[in-house]
Nanobody, 127 residues
Framework: QVQLVESGGGLVQAGGSLRLSCTASGRTFSRYTMAWFRQAPGTEREFVAGIMRSGRSTSYANSVKGRFTISRDNAKNTVYLQMNSLKPEDTAVYYC????????????????????WGQGTQVTVSS
């Protein structure tokens, strides 16, 4: 069973950058489609970015396109989320998630697809 641990959250001023990391235990990390979700107080958890097993294809929410980049290093069992040009509305708890299904044409954006979740890391962007 893969366990996910996020790190890299914190407090940053608007316009700044952060890089989140999610490291997985176990030997099967490369078999998972990975994604980042976020949840602000009083809102539903929303998809931010996802990446296929091989890293060949990625998907982003419209709200973060051009500012965030998801990547993975299967040798290090780690998925990253580079966040640039941060805005106060990016403030949320960010969660790493894993889906054991393989996809050839798209990265799923529904939280229900993802069966493994990290504990979350807080990102706060001040104005």
């Amino acid at each position: 069973q893969v366990q996910l641990v996020e790190s890299g959250g914190g407090l940053v001023q608007a316009g700044g950058s952060l890089r989140l990391s999610c490291t997985a235990s176990g030997r099967t990390f490369s078999r998972y489609t990975m994604a980042w979700f976020r949840q602000a107080p009083g809102t539903e958890r929303e998809f931010v970015a996802g990446i296929m097993r091989s890293g060949r294809s990625t998907s982003y929410a419209n709200s973060v396109k051009g500012r965030f980049t998801i990547s993975r290093d299967n040798a290090k069992n780690t998925v990253y989320l580079q966040m640039n040009s941060l805005k106060p509305e990016d403030t949320a708890v960010y969660y790493c998630a894993a889906d054991p299904q393989s996809y050839s044409a798209y990265v799923p954006q529904r939280a229900n697809n993802y069966v493994l979740w990290g504990q979350g890391t807080q990102v706060t962007v001040s104005s």
